[in-house]
C-alpha cells in the first residue's frame, strides 16, 4: 500500500487529460471516482474498463471507477480535481458548489479563461462558498504520455502551501514529479496563452517557415505571455518554469498539441470548424484567443502575436497574411 492508499479523489471530466490524471492518482494508490457528464459516457468506461473514446489503449487501475453521478461522485472526497474544456467549468463548477461540503479542496487542471468574462479559472472558484482552498495544476505534459508512464514534471500552484505540497503529493511518482509554487495567477496565464501561441506556431510552420521562424515565434511569445502575466499580478520566474517556458515549447512542437494541429490546418486552407472536426477533441486556444486579446487590451499590453491569430480566426484574414503583418512591424529593441 502506498501513502496515498486512503485518499479518495473524485476526477471531474472524462477527457483525454482527465482520464490520465484518474489512472496516474489510482496508480499511485488513491481510491478515484472519474466523473463524465454523460452517462452513456460514463456506462463505456466502465463496460471498456478503459477509455476507448478519448484515451484508447489505456487499461484502469482497480482503483478507479467510473459514474455520471455527480453527487456519487463527490461523497466523502478528499480532493475535487476539474478537468473539463474551460467552455464548460463554470456550469461544472457552479452544480460541484451546491454538492461540497464546507472546508472543502478543489484543483483543476483546465487550461483557459472563463468564455464571455475573460477571467481567470481561479476567480470563478473563489466565489464557491464551501472550497476552503484551491489548487491549478500545470505545465508541459500530454496526456498519453502521462499513461504511458513516460517521465513528466509539472507545477501545483495554490496559496495554501499546505495544499499545494499534499496534491502533489497525490501526484509524485517514479516517472511524474510535482513541483509547488504560490502563483496561481502566473501558472494560470502560461496555462492558458501558450495554446494561442501554438496555433500561431501550427500556421507557421503548415505555411513552411520553417525552423528558424519557430523558434523566434516562441521566444516572442514568451515575451507576450511575460508581459500579460505580469500585468495580471504573476511572478516573473513562473514563466521561465515548466508552466511558462516547457508548457510553451512542448506545445508549439509537437503535433499531439491540439492547438498546433489546429494552426496546421488552417494553414492548409481549412475552416475553424472543419480544423475541429479533424481534431476531433475540445481546440482551447481558439475562445482562448479571443480572451486573452480582450485582456490585453484592457490592460494596455502589447502582444502583437496575440493580435494576428486573433484576426486570423475572427476577421478573416489568411494565415499568410498574419504572418506577413508580423514580419512587418517597425524594428525595436528585444527587450520588452
Not at 487542471?109 to 489548487?135: F, M, Q
Not at 501545483?156 to 505540497?165: F, K, N
Not at 503583418?325 to 525595436?332: D, E, I, M, N, V
Amino acid at each position: 500500500m502506498t501513502a496515498n492508499s486512503r485518499v479518495s479523489i473524485a476526477v471531474l471530466g472524462a477527457g483525454s487529460w482527465g482520464t490520465a490524471l484518474a489512472i496516474l492518482l489510482s496508480r499511485n494508490g488513491a481510491e478515484v471516482k472519474l466523473w463524465s457528464h454523460l452517462r452513456a459516457h460514463a456506462d463505456e468506461l466502465l463496460r471498456d474498463g478503459e477509455n476507448r473514446a478519448f484515451l484508447r489503449g489505456h487499461a484502469f487501475p482497480p482503483r478507479l471507477e467510473s459514474t455520471a453521478d455527480l453527487g456519487y461522485a463527490l461523497e466523502d472526497v478528499d480532493e475535487t480535481l476539474v478537468a473539463v474544456p474551460s467552455h464548460a467549468f463554470s456550469d461544472v463548477l457552479e452544480q460541484t458548489g451546491t454538492i461540497l461540503k464546507s472546508g472543502s479542496t478543489l484543483s483543476w487542471a483546465t487550461k483557459g479563461l472563463l468564455p464571455g468574462t475573460g477571467e481567470l479559472l481561479h476567480e470563478l472558484v473563489d466565489r464557491i462558498p464551501n472550497i476552503a482552498s484551491s489548487a491549478v495544476i500545470s505545465g508541459p505534459s500530454f496526456a498519453t504520455e502521462v499513461a504511458r508512464g513516460l517521465p513528466t514534471a509539472l507545477t501545483v500552484a495554490s496559496r495554501s502551501s499546505d495544499h499545494s505540497t499534499r496534491l502533489a503529493g497525490y501526484l509524485h511518482s517514479d516517472s511524474f514529479r510535482a513541483y509547488t509554487s504560490n502563483d496561481v495567477i502566473g501558472l494560470e496565464v502560461g496555462g492558458a496563452a501558450k495554446n494561442v501561441m501554438a496555433i500561431a506556431a501550427g500556421i507557421a510552420d503548415g505555411l513552411g517557415f520553417g525552423a528558424n521562424t519557430r523558434a523566434a515565434l516562441i521566444t516572442r511569445g514568451l515575451a507576450e505571455i511575460t508581459r500579460l502575466g505580469l500585468a495580471l499580478g504573476g511572478a516573473p520566474e513562473t514563466f521561465m518554469g515548466l508552466g511558462g517556458l516547457g508548457d510553451l515549447v512542448l506545445t508549439c512542437t509537437d503535433d499531439q498539441s491540439r492547438n498546433r494541429r489546429m494552426g496546421l490546418a488552417l494553414a492548409r486552407g481549412l475552416s475553424i470548424e472543419h480544423a475541429r472536426q479533424e481534431i476531433g477533441q475540445e481546440v482551447e486556444g481558439v475562445p482562448t484567443t479571443r480572451e486573452i486579446r480582450r485582456k490585453a487590451q484592457l490592460l494596455g499590453v502589447n502582444m502583437p502575436i496575440t493580435e494576428q491569430t486573433y484576426r486570423v480566426l475572427y476577421q478573416g484574414i489568411s494565415p499568410k497574411e498574419g504572418v506577413q503583418a508580423l514580419l512587418g512591424r517597425s524594428r525595436k529593441q528585444e527587450a520588452g
